[in-house]
C-alpha cells in the first residue's frame, strides 16, 4: 500500500506479526516525480485542480525505518526490483 503518513505505516506495523510487515521505500525525490509524470497530474495539482496531492498539497512523511530503500530517481526498474527481491530473501519472506 502507498502510505504518506508515519503514523499510518506505524499503526500498520503494530496490527500485524513482525515477519508480516515489509516496508519498502521508493525514494524519488520530487522534481524527478514531476518529470516523469505522463499523465499531468502534478502540474493540476499544482494548479489546486486536485486537492490534497502528495507532496504538493498534501505532506509526504518519509518512513524512519523501512526494511529497504529503493533509488528510483539513480537506478532503473530492474535494479529496483532485484534490491527488493533481495531484501525479502534476506528477511525470509520469499
Known sequence: F???????????????????????YVDCPLEVCKERDTKGLYEKAEKGEIA???????????????????????????????QIIAALEENGII
Not at 503494530?14 to 515489509?22: A, C, G, H, Q, Y
Not at 502528495?54 to 525505518?65: I, K, L, M, N
Open 52 to 82: 490534497n496531492f502528495t507532496g504538493v498539497s498534501a505532506p509526504y512523511e518519509a518512513p524512519e525505518t523501512p526494511e529497504v530503500v529503493v533509488h528510483s530517481d539513480t537506478d532503473d526498474v530492474d535494479a529496483c526490483v532485484d
Open 2 to 24: 502507498i502510505s504518506p503518513y508515519q503514523e499510518d505505516r506505524d499503526r500498520v506495523r503494530d496490527l500485524v506479526d513482525d515477519d508480516r510487515f515489509f516496508e519498502v
